[in-house]
């Protein structure tokens, strides 16, 4: 798989737009009348603060407190980069809270503070806990971060959790704990060998330890060698806690006979002649970042037994802390902890093991472009799992609750888990999918419009981000000068641009077009312009003899003018069955809307098609198609000849006998909503539809501006499905980003 690249431009750009940041604050009360306002603050507000004063734990109850959490840092350890200080580690932070969203559901801000000294940064946290239902520590340097976890775990009454230690841990004991079932071996037997004596690899072994690994069995090891009893020099007293009785003395010497080797420590610590020296079926975990300790190619080479995971994306077996901490906190804010403690993050980590044990879901096969099964390759599941989110919290909320640590239990576990189930964006899954598969393709992409900045930052986003090969149809100075005005000069050499000029199949592209079109009216001149100066026609010439996988034009005309020049090449008109779909995005549901882009009015025919085509669209997405015709009636009622073809358009689909859900006419409320299909208990669909099919093209029209513009929608489309090639036609007013959506789209051929 490609490897992801990005510019320093491209990492400023996505963090200043759409606006500064990578979040923001909305309310979740009505504040439109002075009913709500007197509600929401004075008086009405002066109700619940009396009762929460009488009673503390009603502030779970009245206020935001049991889905908040903090992400704290002083900035003294980020990432990599090291002291950045508070506000060079905003951004982190930042990333932090948008993770806990993404994957859990859960609130949180980003607080900086600016302290090095444990006692300030103990007593700010310790004065604002209150505010919180748990505080995430993050990117504070050892020993440091020892002393401040371990003074506010004392004396907040919430859960205190230092992702650097405790989320490596976690996830790295689940991918052990089915290392060492593959390899037939048991914790408590196993030597292990870990190298990186910080906050992490500190926190790997206690978490280890605590799972019934043997104190002597594991050797750490720092930058001075092997941490072992009677040692002096470089120490401290979390590291004594772990110094073992061995006569290894470096991690050469450590290494031998060792069956698992655990890394959070540099580049290359690890030889190969240190694997060879490791016991049979040896478990290495590299988990170094970037770049770790050892890498699978190199392991492999000398020890094909071995099991690898590293911290990388690229490489099987990711040590991801994602995995982890959103999960953590949902479970133990779900039950009002107090703590999260060593059994709850060893639940965590059983969980995760167990899922990586099952069988994966297609979606996430699909999501990844390859299918998984447990193994070698297979031993933590992805962060992308839909399992996780009602798996993991309720393993963790049981064992709080086993142990204490549970305000309020949770009753009904099967309720919870459903809750946890309708907590997740249905859609984010959908898009990772098609990125995953669009990587995988490694489609060529032609960009027919290299003179627009937009489609040149869109061709840039497309290589750089691992998908494929991007071709641009444009002149080669234009094409630089517009890259450069872009601070994109840098990847000049990186694209391919294509013309006219420097093609060598321009008369075979010729030849074709005027066998094509000789009967319609164009001579050899009308063949050469269209050939050698419409871009959009020596586009579609290119892609037609097989010159590229994929399309994508239309960012600087119309769509009818367009669309017009693709039929010079190919039959994508309404006649031959091409259709136009438009994929609407909000509050995690995606709705596909058609016919957007063909068919002007079409009759009950032509619905059936649009449905046929639109269900392809779905499927190919991954969505089970729920096709609803829509009218300003609901089955005949009330009569009218516009109604009409609505009503005929599933007699239509009975007919021929599809394999989808369909049915109509019906209004757009009833087509959307399950409550209202209630009223119809003769209607088939099994619930909401996912996909509208409209009267015609300007309701289509209407209907997704209307929805983009004062719903906020997201918009993809229109999807230009039922001809032989992979086209993707965008409209003019696209940013970079939705162009390279579409070209998503064209790799995966969606449609």
């Known amino acids: 798989m490609a490897k992801i690249k990005f510019t320093r431009e491209e990492a400023l750009a996505f963090h200043l737009e759409p606006t500064p940041g990578k979040w923001e604050v909305q309310a979740t009360v009505p504040m439109t009348t002075q009913r709500d306002l007197s509600l929401a603050y004075s008086p009405g507000v002066a109700i619940p603060c009396e009762d929460i004063a009488a009673n503390p734990e009603l502030a779970y109850d009245y206020t935001n407190k ?64 209150p505010t919180f239902g748990g505080i995430n520590l993050e990117d504070i340097k050892a020993p440091e971060c020892f002393i401040i976890e371990q003074r506010l775990k004392e004396e907040c009454d919430i859960p205190v959790f230092h992702d650097d230690q405790h989320g490596t841990a976690v996830i790295c ?90 890394g959070v420590s540099a580049k290359g610590a690890v030889t190969q002649d240190m694997v060879r020296s490791m016991a049979e079926n040896p478990v290495i975990f590299a988990m170094a970042n970037p770049d770790p300790e050892i890498t699978p190619e190199e392991a492999h080479e000398v020890r094909p037994d071995a099991i690898v995971a ?15 901490f959103p999960y953590l906190f949902r479970g133990a804010l779900d039950i009002h902890a107090r703590a999260i403690n060593d059994e709850m993050k060893i639940a965590c980590a059983e969980a995760l093991a167990a899922i990586a044990r099952e069988d994966v879901p297609d979606e996430v096969g699909l999501a990844y472009g390859k299918q998984l099964a447990f193994g070698r ?20 909320a049981k064992a709080g609750m086993d142990t204490g640590a549970a305000r309020r239990p949770i009753i009904d576990m099967e309720a919870y ?16 999918s098609i990125n995953n598969r669009a990587r995988q393709a490694q489609a060529r992409m032609i960009f027919a419009e290299g003179d627009d900045p937009r489609v040149l930052r869109a061709a840039v986003m497309y290589q750089r981000n691992g998908l494929g090969k991007a071709l641009v149809v444009g002149r080669d100075d234009d094409v630089r000068k517009k890259l450069e005005e872009a601070g994109l000069g840098d990847a000049v050499r990186e694209l391919e641009v294509v013309n006219a000029g420097n093609t060598p199949h321009l008369e075979t592209y010729k030849d074709f077009l005027y066998k094509r079109l000789q009967r319609r009216g164009r001579d050899l001149k009308d063949i050469h312009r269209l050939a050698a100066r419409d ?27 367009v669309l017009e020049r693709i039929n010079t090449v190919f039959d994508a008109d309404a006649q031959h069955g091409a259709v136009g779909v438009t994929a609407l995005l909000l509050k995690g549901r995606i709705v596909l809307i058609s016919d957007t882009l063909v068919h002007e009015w079409p009759e009950s025919q032509d619905l059936a098609t649009i449905a046929e085509r639109a269900a392809g669209v779905a499927r ?112 003019t007013n696209m940013t970079a980003n939705d162009i390279l959506n579409m070209a998503v789209l064209a790799a995966c051929k969606v449609g």
């Open 66 to 129: 049991g889905n908040l959490v903090a992400v704290i840092s002083n900035g003294t350890a980020v990432l990599g980069l090291g002291n950045l200080g508070a506000l060079g580690s905003k951004p982190v932070m930042e990333g932090k809270s948008v993770l806990f969203k993404r994957f859990a559901d859960v609130n949180s801000i980003d607080i900086e503070l600016d302290t090095e000294d444990p006692e300030e940064f103990i007593k700010a946290v310790r004065l604002m806990a």
């Open 173 to 262: 004991a689940a991918g052990l704990i089915n290392a060492l079932h593959l390899s037939g071996k048991k914790i408590e037997d196993v030597k292990i060998v870990l190298n990186g004596a910080g906050a992490a690899g500190i926190a790997c072994l206690e978490l280890i330890k605590s799972m019934g690994a043997k104190h002597d069995n594991c050797i750490m090891c720092d930058t001075k060698g092997v941490i072992y009893q009677g040692r002096t020099e470089g120490m401290n007293q979390w590291k004594s806690a772990h110094a073992a009785v061995t006569d290894a003395r470096t991690l050469e010497d450590a290494m031998k006979d060792a069956d698992v080797f655990l």
């Open 310 to 324: 590293t911290g990388r994306s690229d490489y099987p077996n990711q040590v991801n802390n994602v995995l982890g």
């Open 377 to 396: 390759d297979y031993i933590i599941p992805t962060p992308f799992d839909p399992r996780l989110i009602h798996r993991i919290p309720p393993a963790v």
């Open 417 to 432: 888990e459903e809750t946890l189930r309708g907590r997740m964006d249905s859609t984010a899954p959908i898009i990772r």
């Open 535 to 561: 871009r959009h026609v020596f586009a579609s010439l290119m892609l037609a003899h097989g010159h590229a996988e994929g399309l994508v034009t239309g960012a600087t005309r119309k769509s009818a003018h």
């Open 620 to 731: 190919h997405l991954g969505m089970e198609p729920r096709v609803a015709f829509v009218s300003f009636s609901t089955f005949g009622y009330p009569v009218s000849e516009r109604a009409q073809k609505m009503h005929m358009a599933p007699q239509v689909l009975d007919e021929r006998g599809v394999d989808f859900e369909y049915e109509g006419e019906m209004t757009v409320d009833v087509a959307l909503n399950a409550k209202a299909q209630e009223a119809y208990p003769f209607q088939r669909l099994t619930g909401p539809a996912n996909i509208l099919v409209v009267p015609a093209r300007h309701s289509a029209s209407i209907s997704v501006k209307l929805m983009q513009e004062m719903a906020g929608a997201t918009v993809i489309g229109p999807i230009l499905a039922g001809i032989d090639q992979s086209i993707q036609i965008c409209s």
